[in-house]
């Protein structure tokens, strides 16, 4: 019990404390970078979305770390990580429904500091590449629209800068890091995923989280392989930067098509990629089992 009501803390901890440490960075970034408007996040609070999914990974890392170093048995770890985040979520998502908006100062001369042209905006499956400056209002541009044909306008129909406070800015050309690119893309994928069921409705949103849950606590088992904490913790990361990547290939467009085409109407397409995750994660969980008892009875 002292071992749960720990857990209950850590847990507790490092969940606010990774949601709230990205909203940190990113207004420093701001104050920092005059050419980076804040204006640019949704007004809606679209942003912590986008925090989500570094919070949801990184806190059960830090869950099932804390359950391995405690020899918490791991069914029992397994269940309370997946109550522990599924509630969680749950409480920051319903909480932050209620705000409407998220006050941002923005002023028109800011808007004209954009950038250079190739500037990116993106909002959800729509991207927005201009192709002159983009503080001119008859700038040209590209329209980009998922599974449509790319849209030139040399002329566009609307001010060029119309909407703008919906759309999230990102570079056309990055210099990151490929592997830090890699894991930018798959965690703005993870986003889109959970916002596209937020949308759907509290109830999609939560089945999301719940296969998502089950399968990064199924991952139990790897911390305890070797003797040494340190290196199954890096171990760890290297498995979660594994199904981050996972998660990201079942939700793309064509590998859902195919699945759907697999299943047919038996099971409704929304519910197919959180299929999948309770699935994957059930299977891990059958491993774990297996793979206690081969390993109990090998010391007898």
């Known amino acids: 019990m002292k071992n749960i009501v720990r ?22 970034y701001i104050r920092l970078e005059p050419s980076v408007q804040a204006g640019l996040v949704s007004e809606r609070g679209s942003f912590w979305v986008m925090v989500l999914p570094i919070t949801i990974y990184g806190t059960m890392l830090v869950g099932l770390r804390y359950t391995a170093r405690v020899s918490m048995p791991i069914s029992l770890s397994i269940m309370s990580l997946v109550i522990l985040g599924i509630g969680w979520t749950g409480v920051l998502t319903l909480g932050i429904s209620r705000i409407q908006a998220i006050p941002v100062p923005l002023s028109q001369d800011k808007i004209f500091s954009l950038g250079e042209p190739g500037l990116l905006l993106s ?3 729509t991207s927005e590449v201009f192709l002159s400056d983009p503080h001119k209002p008859q700038s040209p541009q590209v329209i980009s629209v998922q599974d449509k044909p790319l849209v030139y306008e040399p002329v566009p129909h609307a001010d060029a800068l119309s909407g703008i406070r919906g759309m999230s800015l990102s570079p056309f050309r990055i210099n990151a890091p490929a592997a830090l690119q890699g894991i930018s893309h798959d965690l703005a994928s993870t986003a889109t995923q959970l916002n596209t069921r937020l949308n759907q409705g509290f109830i999609p949103f939560i089945i999301y989280v719940g296969g998502l849950m089950v399968l990064l606590s199924s991952l139990r088992v790897i911390f305890t392989l070797g003797a040494w904490p ?41 519910l197919l990629g959180s299929l999948l995750l309770y699935l994957l994660g059930l299977f891990l969980i059958l491993y774990t089992v297996v793979f206690q008892l081969v390993k109990s009875r090998s010391f007898r």
């Open 7 to 28: 857990l209950m803390f850590v847990f507790s901890i490092g969940f606010v404390v990774l949601f709230v440490v990205p909203w940190v960075m990113y207004w420093f």
């Open 123 to 125: 909002q959800t499956d």
């Open 230 to 270: 340190l290196a199954n913790l890096c171990i760890g990361m290297v498995v979660f930067r594994g199904v981050l990547a996972l998660e990201a290939l079942l939700n793309t467009p064509r590998i859902q098509s195919d699945l759907y085409s697999l299943v047919g109407e038996r099971i409704p397409k929304p």
